[in-house]
Structures are given as C-alpha cells and as structure tokens.
C-alpha cells in the first residue's frame, strides 16, 4: 500500500532549487506530524524537517536551516519541501513520512513515522 508519493526529485546544480511535493491520502495527511527524511548512500536516514497536524510546529535540521521550507495544503493533502541553494552534500534519496499516531517519540524522531513513501532522487552537482 502506497499512501504517501514523493514527486519532484531530479539532478540540479548547487546553488539551484527545487520543490518536492508528497501527495497523501487524507487519511495518511491527518497524521500527528509529516517529515522529509533523507538517506545518501552509507549511510542512515535522517529527518530534514518536518510539520505538525496541530498548532504549526516546525523542525528543520541544521543543515537546512534558512534554506529548506516545509509546507502542508490542506486542501491538496500535500506536503512539500521548497529546497534553495542546493549543496552537493544534499544528494540523497529523500522520502516523506507521517507518524498516524502518537508513539511517545517527538516529532524529530525516526521512530515517531509509521507511514513511508517511495522516495525521490535528488542529486546536486558541483
């Protein structure tokens, strides 16, 4: 069962942008929180940002402060990742994720995310 789809993914050179999109059921979309995850090659899935149901609570990593935006529209049951000044050192798979219940971990955390999407490939050259 597929209910989060990441599209947006693509080879683009650093200092360039791109906008990852993750269509959910409304199901899946009114979950406790959604998140990007990445994972390069090697190594182990991380959260780059995430974004709770309730009271607008926002979490982004150090490594893309001030230059990734989470989103959510409602209306669409879609989250997004507005990605800008891309760095090679972001290529990774990035996924989207949504934690349906409340396990106890905090929205920063892996283990908080039931519901997995497919992944999209984002490559930065140099």
């Known amino acids: 069962q597929v209910q989060l789809v990441e599209s947006g993914g693509g080879l683009v050179q650093a200092g360039g942008s791109l906008r990852l999109s993750c269509a959910a059921s409304?199901?899946?979309?009114?979950?406790?929180?959604l998140g990007w995850f990445r994972q390069a090659p090697g190594k182990e899935r991380e959260v780059v940002a995430a974004?709770?149901?309730?009271?607008?609570?926002?979490y982004y990593a150090d490594s893309v402060k001030g230059r990734f935006t989470i989103s959510r529209d409602n209306a669409k049951t879609t989250v997004y990742l507005q990605m800008n000044s891309l760095k090679p050192e972001d290529t990774a798979i990035y996924y989207c994720?949504?934690?349906?219940?409340?396990?106890?971990?905090?929205?920063?955390?892996?283990?908080?995310?039931?519901?997995w999407g497919q992944g999209t490939q984002v490559t930065v050259s140099s």
């Open positions: 994720a949504a934690a349906t219940r409340n396990t106890g971990a905090t929205m920063t955390s892996r283990r908080l995310y039931d519901d």
């Open positions: 409304e199901r899946t979309f009114n979950s406790y929180a």
């Open positions: 974004v709770s149901w309730s009271g607008g609570s926002t």
